[in-house]
């Protein structure tokens, strides 16, 4: 998730790539305590609730802080 380049890659690098991202992704939920994984679904919960207005409700959410690269 965190390495990323703009080169051109072949299929297998770029399926390779999304495969370690997920298991990275996958790892660090599992590694997560429930009070994280509970703050972060209370953050998406509030993002998707506080637009009534459908042009607002596409916005960027970070990532949570259980899977930031280290």
Same mark, same amino acid.
Do not use: G, W
């Given at each position: 998730?965190?390495?990323?380049?703009?080169?051109?890659? =072949?299929?297998?690098? +770029?399926m390779?790539?999304?495969?370690?991202?997920?298991?990275?992704?996958i $790892?660090?939920? !599992?590694? &997560?305590t429930?009070?994280?994984?509970?703050? =972060?679904?209370?953050? +998406?919960?509030?993002?998707?609730?506080?637009?009534?207005?459908?042009?607002? $409700?596409?916005? !960027?959410? &970070?990532?949570?802080?259980?899977?930031?690269?280290?």
């Amino acid at each position: 998730m965190c390495s990323s380049s703009h080169s051109k890659s =072949s299929y297998a690098e +770029i399926m390779q790539l999304k495969h370690a991202n997920r298991e990275q992704l996958i $790892r660090a939920i !599992r590694e &997560a305590t429930t009070e994280d994984l509970e703050a =972060s679904a209370q953050s +998406i919960k509030d993002v998707m609730r506080s637009s009534q207005d459908p042009s607002q $409700r596409r916005q !960027r959410i &970070a990532p949570p802080a259980f899977s930031k690269c280290d």
